[in-house]
């Protein structure tokens, strides 16, 4: 996490509210402790000007922006141990382990159970988490799965017109708030067609929408900033899936 928010719209601030973002950057270790009302004592600004600055950025006022930088530092922080041999092994073994602790096998078996009994599966993937979609849709394939995967912007926005009621769509999304994927899963959702959704464990959008849901753990899903943050949770789910549907194959045997 960086504090990119603090500038998207630096070139539209004045002066004065640059002069106030400068000094927020500068010194975040500072604001996570300072009120508004001192901050602008330092900087000889009114309390109002921070105020409205803090709205203007996109935050509900200043307590939210001082909350952000606290998130910032306490990422920091994160990343410095992540970077250690411990650190990092530490935290795939916590993601796995917590991600599994999220599994209900009645659940599992529901959406395996509507897999198998479509006629196909759409799978929506974007961005860092379009491999994992590509991973699942080439074993289920391997299966004598029809999958298909939808990873192109384009089609994604057209898929909707050609859905029908014997379909699936899995969507994978670990923000759960991707604007395409929300998009195709309302429209699949309006249509009557089933959506299953792979995404964290967090009240998001996208498993609002969807009537199937398989959570995962994910310590950060703001990708919009850093897309660089782990999808080994969804990569657990979807082992999760192919693993099941091999063992329901074998049984059948």
């Known amino acids: 996490m960086n504090l990119s928010k603090l500038t998207e719209r630096y070139d539209e601030l004045t002066d004065l509210e640059k002069k106030i973002v400068e000094y927020i950057i500068n010194n975040p270790k500072s604001i996570q402790d300072l009120p508004a009302s001192e901050i602008a004592n330092i900087l000889y600004v009114s309390k109002t000007s921070i105020i409205n600055l803090s709205k203007k950025l996109g935050f509900e006022g200043y307590s939210e922006l001082r909350y952000y930088v606290k998130n910032y530092l306490k990422g920091q922080e994160k990343d410095k141990k992540d970077l250690t041999y411990e650190g ?8 796995v382990s917590k991600t599994i602790s999220l599994q209900n096998e009645d659940n599992i078996n529901k959406i395996i159970d509507k897999i198998l009994s479509s006629r196909v599966v759409y799978i929506v993937a974007r961005g860092a988490s379009g491999p994992i979609g590509s991973l699942l849709s080439s074993r289920l394939a391997m299966m004598n799965i029809r999958a298909i995967l939808i990873g192109d912007p384009n089609i994604i926005d057209v898929l909707g017109d050609s859905l029908s009621p014997d379909e699936t769509i899995i969507v994978l999304s670990l923000s759960g708030e991707t604007e395409r994927i929300l998009t195709i899963a309302k429209t699949a959702r309006a249509r009557g067609i089933d959506v299953i959704a792979l995404t964290s ?9 969807a009537n199937y849901n398989m959570f995962c753990f994910a310590d950060d899903i703001e990708t919009k900033y850093n897309d660089l943050i782990s999808r080994i949770g969804l990569h657990t789910l979807v082992q999760i899936l192919i693993s099941y549907i091999a063992m329901k194959d074998k049984n059948k045997e």
């Open 88 to 95: 990092i092994l530490e935290n795939i073994n916590i993601e």
């Open 201 to 209: 464990f967090t009240n998001n959008s996208l498993q609002r929408i």
